[in-house]
């Protein structure tokens, strides 16, 4: 059997990420095991995932003839599939077909209308639209099939998830999944039910995460899942991490050095290599002591005023003034995250970002024009600001909806830490940042209460509930903000001069951004909300840094691999 280069560089211009063969075969090696074993991969694309099988199960003994028979191979683009059979039979030497369908279209086995039988393992790298581009037709059949299997995603979750839910309920039982995933399998939110799922589908799930990109120049970063034993009994969980896909050739010996968490005491997020299982434990403690809850308990979080067109909205104060426009219709407003000081924002820092002509006036209007709002808004017209999408869905077109003065802002992309900023300053922001309303917190608290969000629990919570993306930022959704746990208002109240004292150590640590100015003021904001809990408190500032630094050791990564491309064009 020979492979096909050119064929399969063909296929690469179809605009899929290639899965490397370092990072596929020991995949294959270990979902394929015996010569009748049959495989599955839902979305083939490049063909590199089924090549290997038909390869693999020759080496064990099957004929050209049973391999192919054995072999079942989807992608959606048909181009991709007719490659994937042409290569497929040149190299066993019989006639394979590979279905040009959307996986989503097909019934699972044993439906009334299912024409696919099951198999003894799935494998694949699942293609990635995130939540924002997954609409339409596939959304709803993408979220009719994960219910199917059993799984309630919410609107946060990329096609992959669905796409594994599915793809479960073809395999065989006692039968196997090999998978690439992007990372957020591990950590995001969205992911729980999809953890759970798996965790009671499969005897054993064992993920190995990378610390360096697989992938130049995706954004995601990705693991791997290996699962087995279809429908026995959950028996453990194994968490991995190494270098890179190189390190896979001993595949064996990795998995063989995971850390294993046995049912029932898996962490909530499954992300090797540090004291996870004790901090998830840790935290869930402090929620049932009522020491600290999620933050949705006492606010709500949402996403800041949504204007179509910030460069037109958001105006300088010279340029306000140039217009003529009136200063009753003239709004303090943020628009970006580095207009947050620290953890405190006044009217002062609004007058300063003034005199430093910044854009952080948004113009609101009244229902009655002046002469000069008119000229402005007969302008924004001729430049076609009325008809972008945001602006040409409302009436009229020129007053931004949905504004509100929260009682404090939450960065929505976060690099050393996420920061909570009270709103001293009545201003309003654009969706460059989160707005938190605190209606339960009481207004003589509420400084504290920001004081204490900086705090290893909190941090913690933070990076296990949130996304890490490309950059080595943390990204936070609303609903995601809303799970966060933070100080309950019992535990703030009880130390609320301790904090407000530590407020100036705080503000200088944030104001300079220095890492280990920032880790020292939480650790004294730990001492002060954890007191004799300060060991466990070690535990968590030790996993917050290694889920930081994870984050930037892949951003630097990503940074190197960009920049030697562009050296050598």
């Known amino acids: 059997m020979t492979s096909l280069p050119a064929e ?19 995949m294959v090696s270990w979902a394929v095991t015996t010569p009748s074993t049959s495989v599955l991969d839902p979305s083939c694309g490049d063909g590199v995932f089924v090549e290997l099988a038909a390869e693999r199960l020759c080496e064990l003994g099957a004929s050209p003839g049973s391999a192919a028979e054995l072999i079942h191979a989807i992608d959606l683009n048909p181009q991709a599939a007719r490659m994937t059979a042409e290569t497929l039979s040149r190299i066993l030497g019989v006639p394979l077909e590979a279905r040009a369908q959307s996986f989503f279209s097909l019934e699972p086995p044993g439906t ?32 009719a099939r994960a219910t199917g299997a059993g799984v309630n995603l919410t609107r946060l979750a990329s096609s992959w998830a669905h796409f594994v839910a599915h793809a479960v309920t073809f395999i065989k039982p006692k039968g196997r999944l090999a998978l690439i995933l992007p990372a957020e399998l591990v950590h995001a939110a969205y992911s729980a039910p999809l953890r759970r799922f798996l965790r009671e589908s499969f005897a054993d799930v064992a993920v190995i995460s990378f610390r ?56 909530t997020k499954w992300v090797p290599g540090h004291t996870g299982n004790r901090s998830a434990l840790f935290l869930a403690r402090l929620q049932k002591d009522g020491l600290f809850c999620p933050l949705g308990q006492v606010g709500k979080v949402s996403i800041g005023f949504v204007s179509g067109a910030n460069d037109f909205f958001v105006l300088t104060p010279k340029g306000a003034g140039a217009l003529g426009l009136p200063k009753r219709s003239l709004r303090p407003a943020l628009v970006r995250a580095r207009q947050i000081p620290s953890f405190l924002l006044t009217r002062k820092d609004i007058a300063a970002m003034q005199k430093e002509n910044q854009r952080c006036l948004l113009w609101l209007p009244g229902q009655s024009l002046t002469r000069a709002e008119k000229a402005y808004a007969r302008n924004g017209e001729a430049e076609g600001i009325h008809e972008r999408y945001k602006c040409r869905v409302r009436t009229p077109w020129y007053v931004v909806p949905g504004v509100v003065v929260p009682e404090a802002f939450l960065t929505y992309m976060s690099d050393t830490v996420p920061r909570l900023c009270l709103n001293a300053a009545a201003a309003a922001t654009a969706n460059t940042l989160l707005a938190v309303r605190l209606p339960h917190v009481p207004v003589g608290l509420r400084k504290a209460f920001v004081v204490a969000f900086y705090n290893s629990a909190t941090m913690l919570s933070c990076e296990r509930t949130g996304r890490s993306y490309g950059g080595g930022v943390l ?57 004799s809990r300060m060991a466990d408190a070690q535990d968590l500032s030790e996993e917050r840094a290694a889920l930081a630094a994870r984050r930037k050791l892949r951003a630097s990564s990503e940074s190197l691999v960009q920049e030697m491309l562009a050296f050598y064009g």
């Open 8 to 26: 399969r560089q063909a296929r690469k211009g179809l605009g899929a990420f290639y899965s490397p063969r370092s990072l596929v075969e020991p």
């Open 112 to 143: 009334l209308f299912s024409t696919q039988v099951p198999v003894d393992t799935v494998i694949g790298n699942p293609p990635y639209i995130r939540y924002q581009e997954f609409t339409g037709l596939s959304r709803r059949e993408a979220l």
């Open 475 to 531: 990204k936070l959704e609303p609903r995601e903000a809303d799970q966060v746990l933070v100080p309950s208002v019992a535990l703030v109240r009880q130390h609320r001069g301790e904090l407000l004292a530590l407020g100036p150590r705080l503000h200088e640590a944030l104001l300079h951004g220095r890492a280990t100015q920032i880790a020292e003021a939480l650790v004294a904001v730990d001492k002060v909300l954890l007191g």
């Open 212 to 267: 360096r990109a697989v992938f130049p120049g995706a954004q995601e970063s990705v693991v791997i899942l290996l699962a087995s034993g279809k429908g026995e009994p959950h028996q453990r969980l194994g968490l991995v991490a190494v270098e890179s896909s190189q390190d896979l050739q001993s595949l064996a010996e990795v998995l063989a050095r995971a850390e294993v968490f046995q049912n029932g005491s898996e962490p």
